[in-house]
């Protein structure tokens, strides 16, 4: 069961900020005060749910950022985690999906993972959640090289590595279907179901052929190839589904190249040479694997950002890393995965200019290495996040 709200706590703590100013912090739902202005359009609402571990730590500063860039958001904090189920088993309050889903704009989440949690059960339950239950089905994640430093490929440069994964979310062996039997006894059998629905397969796929026809490389070149990848010549049934889909939704697609590579040949390809990628469409656990893959390509973990979109719906953005247990609360974690989760967000929710600002104070911050450990500068987390903050509120 998902809703457990302990009986003497309000359902979830709201902590509601604008500009600079918290305006809300109270133990109980969110009330916002704004002066109303008719010509201005109201601010975009923003759930943040920092989560776990670093999730604690890079967030803040991604909201540092946003909020010195200018962009009319009105942001409402979240403490759905580890701490809060540890203290009353709670992970998402009674309507908590719907609630995300009416009364915001986008959600902006950290990271779920501890290891007092050993089942895992609230990092299930608040991200696949909002993923599976505000139908979240396109797991966008670019793959961009900031600096040719930052790649472990030798003669990569940054215009090497410019694509994007775009992962079904809502299917796969992601699903929970499937069970335990006999658990316990030299007879057990655990099942995992491969869940692929016609449905499914066929909007990721579109989302992807329009995906490439509607976002250009970032030199300006327009996008021309979506690459399918699967595993259709062992895992016969569900390869057999995506293979027809591709065929047919290419098929609509004339100026596209459609191509298709198995899963583990992509693996061997993306570290030997990443250039030929720009499209990827993928499942649920094959674009999981092969993302973290990727964010090696950019510099690891701490540089890769992601949405998990539904478009016309409350969307939710969050960094590629999880919440990194040894290094947490050492305020060593890499925020830019954070930040530039933020300038796409904002981007999706229509301040292109102040995600434009944003991600080239990135790019200033790893050029001028103005960064963490993990990628060759000597600032802390905080720091890191300052000093871009700083560039963003410059321009
Ligand atoms: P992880 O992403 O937390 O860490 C993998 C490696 O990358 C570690 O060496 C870590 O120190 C490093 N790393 C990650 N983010 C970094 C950053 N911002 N700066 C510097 N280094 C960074 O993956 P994991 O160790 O497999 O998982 C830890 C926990 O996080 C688990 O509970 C896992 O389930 C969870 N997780 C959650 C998410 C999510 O919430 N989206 C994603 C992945 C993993
Ligand atoms: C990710 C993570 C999650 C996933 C985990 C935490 C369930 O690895 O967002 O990449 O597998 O999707
Ligand atoms: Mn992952």
Not at 239 to 255: I, T
Not at 323 to 341: F, Q, R, Y
Not at 343 to 370: C, N, P, S, W, Y
């Amino acid at each position: 069961m998902i809703q457990r709200p302990a009986a003497s706590r309000p359902a979830f703590f709201g902590h509601s900020v604008s500009g600079d100013r918290a305006i809300y912090s109270f133990d109980r739902p969110c009330v916002k005060f704004s002066a109303v202005d008719p010509q201005k359009p109201p601010p975009k609402r923003i759930a943040v749910i920092a989560g776990d571990g670093i999730g604690q730590e890079v967030i803040p500063q991604a909201l540092k950022v946003i909020r010195s860039s200018g962009a009319d958001v009105e942001i409402s904090e979240f403490d759905w985690g580890a701490d809060r189920y540890l203290r009353d088993e709670m992970t998402v309050p009674p309507d908590g999906f719907a609630m995300l889903g009416r009364d915001f704009d986008a959600v902006f989440a950290g990271a779920f993972g501890d290891p007092r949690v050993k089942t895992n059960i609230h990092a299930k339950e608040i991200l696949l959640g909002m993923r599976f239950k505000m139908d979240l089905y396109a797991n966008v994640r670019p793959v961009r090289l900031l600096d040719a430093a930052l790649c472990p490929l030798k003669g990569v440069e940054p215009k090497d590595v410019d694509f994007v994964v775009i992962r079904e979310n809502t299917e796969g062996v992601y699903t929970d279907a499937g069970g335990v039997f006999k658990q316990g006894t030299p007879d057990e059998i655990a099942i995992q179901e491969d869940i692929n629905t016609r449905k499914g397969v066929e909007r990721i796929i579109r989302y992807a052929f329009e995906y490439c026809e509607e976002h250009p490389r970032l030199d300006g070149s327009p996008r021309g190839r979506v690459l399918m990848v699967d595993k259709s010549n062992a895992m016969t049934h569900a390869g057999g589904l995506w293979q027809r889909v591709f065929e047919e939704v290419s098929g609509e697609h004339p100026r596209i190249t459609a191509q298709h590579m198995y899963v583990d040949a992509v693996c061997m390809q993306m570290v030997r040479d990443p250039r030929p990628f720009d499209v990827i469409v993928t499942n649920n656990m094959f674009g999981d694997i092969i993302t973290d893959i990727a964010a090696g390509l950019q510099g690891g973990l701490g540089m890769a950002a992601s949405g998990n979109i539904h478009p016309g719906k409350t969307s939710m953005f969050e960094p590629v890393h999880g919440s990194a247990p040894p290094i947490a609360g050492k305020d060593l974690a890499n925020p830019c995965g954070a930040i530039l989760t933020a300038a796409m967000m904002l981007a999706h929710l229509g301040f292109t200019r102040e995600a434009g600002r944003i991600d080239a104070a990135v790019l200033e911050a790893v050029r001028q290495k103005k960064t963490t450990q993990d990628i060759g500068g000597t600032l802390g987390t905080r720091e890191a996040g300052e000093w871009v903050a700083e560039i963003v509120s410059r321009h």
